[in-house]
């Protein structure tokens, strides 16, 4: 019995010396390596850590953990435990939002952030942020303003709209339109028209979301104008029209157009409404892009009210931005739902400048990013490829074998879903076992995506494609290639 009391005592000692050597933590605050966040994220968040970090330490003490306390005998345990905290602190705080390069060959990527901002919406946002500004405050009159006037004017010159205004999507301006016009009422829509957008995101849901009735009209892949009239009665709010931008029907259809909607709609004093979704402010085939109707088109075929995207072929940031007669957007901004669906400081000054280049038609594609990857010349693409090849060849060594290929890029958020166009991969192909393949190309892209600047490419028939299309810098692309970590064994 003395004996175990014996080894107990000792065991209970051995316990106590180990919490003895445990810094405090103020000791803890001296150390260089957390000297240098006191300044960056103040006292508390290091205290905090500290704290947290010691309260671990004692339970490691009180388990019996061997390998701790030989650690903690070492004489630089301080100096460890420090880096240990601030490598956590750091870590804790890093944005986990990470520029990519976008490689997949969808140019613009709801997954990656769609467009990128041309150099004027990313300085207007800068000063924006850093500034007060004049965002709901006439200067002239010194009296509240409406923030749709720094915009309006521009979209209504570039379209030819009588009145604009401006929320922070397209869905959310969609929502605004039925819920004004249509609270309690029945909308008419082709049912050939009922889309999904991204997310499960249904244009039902919408209209159950703005307490309106959905009416489909027609069939899925014919609808006539003698539909849309024969369900028009006194509970009818509106006509709508969904361009279908994310799919294609085709064969044996047929579609009311835009003007003999219009005059049907006029005839019963009762809005035609488009939804755009994925809008264009100019004509792509000028640059050699496939057709899609613009905004203005829009409303020279008869439309009352046109919605659409500004972050899509738009190419800037998330917006939904409706146009059309000046008596209905004056009730948009009356519903008081306006306010809560309204764009903040920084996307309306970074969609002004964006809007503002559309005023330059005649550089507008190489000027904003979306265009300017949209209609970059194979020939460029083909030598970025080859720039890059023996980069990626150098890396893979022994895992996969590489080569430059043709590819087909695809336009992205659900914008001219069934138009490719011609582009130029580094193509990766595992050099693995029979079995063992799939395996092999899961950890290639995996590998990729853990670069310091991940890279995201498509696989596809057992392969790793990266799309050069939208790679611009290729210094850096290939600079961290040497970090790249894969199993070589």
Not at 107 to 127: K, Q
Not at 190 to 202: A, K, Q
Not at 285 to 307: C, I, M, N, Q
Not at 337 to 363: C, G, Q, S, W
């Amino acid at each position: 019995m003395e004996g175990v009391r014996a080894k107990v005592n000792r065991h209970m000692t051995v316990v106590s010396d180990l919490y003895k050597l445990l810094p405090s933590v103020d000791t803890m605050l001296q150390q260089a390596e957390l000297v240098r966040l006191l300044e960056k994220m103040g006292k508390a968040v290091v205290k905090t850590a500290i704290q947290t970090r010691l309260d671990i330490a004692r339970q490691q003490i009180a388990g019996d953990d061997e390998d701790f306390a030989a650690r903690l005998r070492s004489p630089n345990f301080d100096k460890c435990l420090a880096a240990d905290i601030a490598a956590g602190i750091e870590q804790e705080f890093t944005s986990t939002l990470r520029p990519v390069f976008n490689l997949t060959g969808t140019v613009i990527h709801t997954n990656l952030g769609r467009s990128r901002f041309p150099p004027e919406a990313v300085s207007a946002m800068e000063m924006a942020a850093n500034e007060c500004i004049n965002l709901e405050f006439d200067l002239a009159s010194g009296k509240r303003g409406d923030r749709d006037s720094h915009i309006e004017a521009a979209i209504c010159d570039i379209c030819g709209a009588e009145a604009a205004t401006v929320v922070n999507n397209n869905a959310a301006a969609v929502l605004l339109v039925l819920s004004t016009f249509a609270f309690g009422r029945e909308v008419l829509i082709s049912r050939g028209e009922l889309v999904e957008i991204g997310g499960s995101f249904r244009i039902p849901e919408v209209m159950q979301s703005a307490g309106c009735k959905l009416r489909e009209v027609g069939t899925t892949n014919r609808t006539h104008l003698k539909d849309f009239a024969s369900a028009i009665d006194d509970n009818t709010a509106l006509i709508m029209k969904v361009h279908t931008s994310n799919y294609e029907i085709r064969g044996f259809t047929e579609s009311v157009p835009e003007s003999a909607l219009h005059e049907l709609a006029g005839q019963h004093g009762i809005p035609f409404v488009s939804d755009l979704g994925s809008g264009t402010l100019v004509d792509l085939t000028r640059f050699g892009l496939p057709k899609e109707p613009t905004v203005s088109s829009e409303l020279l075929r008869g439309a009352d009210l046109v919605t659409f995207s500004g972050d899509k072929l738009l190419g800037g940031p998330q917006a939904g931005i409706i146009v059309g007669r000046r008596d209905l957007v004056d009730q948009l901004k009356k519903n008081p739902l306006k306010r809560a669906l309204r764009i903040d400081k920084i996307t309306l000054v970074a969609l002004v400048a964006v809007i503002n280049l559309y005023r330059d038609p005649e550089r507008i594609g190489t000027r904003l990013p979306a265009l300017s990857d949209l209609t970059r010349p194979l020939a460029e693409i083909e030598y970025m490829a080859t720039q890059v090849e023996e980069g990626v060849r150098q890396a893979l060594t022994g895992l996969a074998t590489v080569t430059v290929e043709p590819c087909k890029s695809q336009i992205g958020s659900g914008s001219l879903p069934t138009e490719l166009l011609d582009s130029m991969a580094i193509v990766c192909t595992p050099q693995a076992a029979k079995g063992k393949r799939d395996a092999a190309l899961v950890a290639l892209a995996k590998a990729f995506r853990a670069l310091p600047r991940p890279v995201i490419g498509r696989v596809h028939d057992g392969r790793l494609l990266l799309d050069c299309r939208c790679l611009r810098d290729y210094s850096g692309f290939l600079e961290q290639l040497q970090s790249i970590a894969l199993d070589k064994t």
